[in-house]
């Protein structure tokens, strides 16, 4: 069997190792399993909440890059852990989070974090393999749609699939029959609807609060290829690339070296043994190639599509303006540490739980912004899906924008917020088509909207950290600060750096070992030390230390 994803932007196709992708099914069936009994436990068996927990728990496999530390703490210490515990306790607590307050929505993250969430987190980063396997492993083996990953084609599935259920409560069982009706791709290509119903079939049984949600699941994966008109169907088809590319695809392979696979591949009746039996007889240099030159023939090809109706959901870029400037005004590595972590931390999860719990409100209480609606949020800018009945773009924009810049005055931050259309019911728009829309609002980055304070000069204090007037507390070691240097100074107290700083991790060797930077970092030879052991102690505190970001 011959498969393999063509890598972008570098145009090279990974061939699939089938031996090391049939090693980790037993451990995927693992994973849905942990997951579930953790969705019942925290749920205490309300089917509903359950669903709803056990379909964002599943998104982490696909989020893992945010979650992943290679040394496992005892504390929240990135801003994506914040907002695995946010995903999860939201669908517990009817209370709404203070999204006007950036310290206390810190604190009361904090104070969710249960062992079960630790439990989870620790367990998420042992599924580090299945990840890259769905990231390598194509959601379309043939060449010319063998570009997109697995990963990425069930994580847009389940986003249409919720942009599809405009106006009505959240129907997670949807969800997550989205998020899994291929996983059988990753073991069985040629039969990936069967090899999917075995899998959920071993996760049902094991499973007594959501029974019967995994057996609506399944019945949908079941049916998933099926000529009806259901929601998982209709954004199976609209996050697949074929029907956009098969006219391109078509044309591209006439006189081609694998034209005469175009029946058994391209045409209407797929046939996936046979196909994949035509194109293993050409051998892999000869898919590579080909892969590579019909990529090119459709990205030369594919243009805007014109659509009629209203978006059913809007992308939301969120951008830090000023990061650099931001960060580097803090000159103690403690506080500068805080402020990068700030920067990520408002800029994705704190935008996203803003949207959420306004979108919850908006929507009587009956919706939620799902996790994998999070695209990225690195780097001081992220992107969010919204569903349109959220309001209208400028809505959309307005709400953020008023709502971040009252709690983040404080520390003298503006996000921009620019809204473009995503998705309408037949079509979802391309990359460029986005990116375009976003960059015709860019000068929006330039206005200053900033009114500042006038202030007498002559009458206040400068800040000892930042230089700029006026200084207005006093922190515990002596210094002046003015508002936002004293506000950071108090967040990161326990956050950032301290959080690394404080925290107790696990090595491994021969026996269990549990070190803390703060306690190990100096230390002194005891007189009957064995001397040679200390090198080694200190080069696994030095690596440590590297590992978790606490040394550069």
């Known amino acids: 069997m011959i498969r393999g994803k063509l890598l972008l932007p570098e145009k090279k196709v990974v061939f699939i190792n089938e031996s090391e992708v049939q090693s980790l099914r037993k451990d995927v069936v693992d994973a849905l399993k942990v997951f579930s009994s953790l969705a019942c436990e925290l749920a205490d068996n309300n089917e509903t909440k359950a669903t709803n927990i056990f379909a964002d728990l599943i998104s982490m496999i696909y989020k893992l890059p945010m979650l992943i530390s290679y040394v496992p703490s005892d504390k ?67 060449p010319g749609y063998n570009f997109t990953s697995l990963a990425s084609h069930l994580q847009l599935s389940s986003i249409l699939v919720w942009l599809l259920q405009k106006g009505s409560v959240d129907l997670n069982y949807l969800r997550i029959s989205a998020l899994l009706h291929d996983i059988g791709k990753l073991f069985n290509p040629t039969n990936h609807v069967s090899e999917s119903i075995k899998i959920l079939d071993e996760v049902i049984e094991g499973s007594e609060c959501l029974k019967t949600n995994l057996s609506r699941v399944k019945s949908l994966v079941e049916q998933h290829h099926a000529p009806l008109e259901t929601i998982l169907n209709d954004a199976d088809r609209l996050a697949a690339s074929t029907d956009r590319f098969s006219e391109i695809v078509k044309g591209a392979l006439n006189n081609t070296k694998i034209g005469e696979c175009y029946s058994l591949c391209y045409g209407r009746d797929v046939r996936t043994k046979e196909c994949m039996e035509c194109l293993e007889e050409y051998g892999e240099e000869t898919y590579s190639e080909e892969s590579k030159r019909l990529y090119d023939v459709i990205s030369n090809s594919v243009v805007s599509q014109k659509v009629e109706g209203n978006a059913i959901g809007y992308l939301v870029y969120i951008d830090f303006p000023g990061i650099q400037r931001f960060i580097t005004s803090f000159p103690k590595l403690r506080e500068m540490s805080f402020a990068s972590f700030l920067v990520d931390f408002v800029t994705s999860i704190y935008s996203f739980i803003v949207l959420d719990q306004a979108y919850y409100e908006r929507t009587g209480k009956k919706s939620r912004i799902p996790a994998e609606a999070l695209l990225s949020g690195y780097g001081g800018h992220s992107y969010i899906i919204v569903r349109s009945d959220f309001g209208s773009k400028d809505e959309v924009k307005a ?37 375009e829309d976003m960059m015709s609002k860019s000068y929006e980055r330039y206005l200053i909207r900033d009114e500042g304070k006038v202030y007498s000069y002559g009458l206040h204090r400068v800040c000892d950290n930042c230089g700029i007037r006026p200084a207005v507390n006093r922190s515990d070691d002596g210094e002046y600060l003015c508002e936002t240097c004293n506000l950071v100074r108090d967040l990161s107290k326990n956050r950032g750096f301290i959080a690394k700083y404080k925290s107790k991790y696990t090595l491994y060797e021969e026996q269990r070992i549990e070190i803390s930077p703060k306690e190990d970092i100096k230390f002194k030879l005891d007189k009957n030390q064995d001397p040679t052991t200390t090198p080694w102690r200190l080069l696994r505190v030095i690596v440590l230390l590297l590992t978790v970001g606490i040394l550069p």
Do not use: C, Q
């Open 399 to 435: 709400w953020l924008e008023s709502v971040s810049s009252s709690a983040l005055s404080k520390l003298g931050i503006r996000l921009d917020v620019k809204v473009a259309d995503f998705a309408y019911e037949n079509y979802v728009r391309n990359y460029k088509e986005v990116y």
């Open 76 to 142: 929240l210490s990135t801003p994506h852990e914040y907002f695995f515990a946010y995903i999860v306790f939201r669908h517990l607590v009817e209370d709404s989070m203070p999204s006007n307050d950036i310290a206390k929505l810190l604190e009361i993250l904090e104070e969710k974090k249960r062992d079960e969430i630790k439990e989870v987190l620790d367990y998420a980063r042992t599924l580090r393999k299945i990840y890259e396997k769905l990231l390598y492993v194509p959601a379309d083996t043939r």
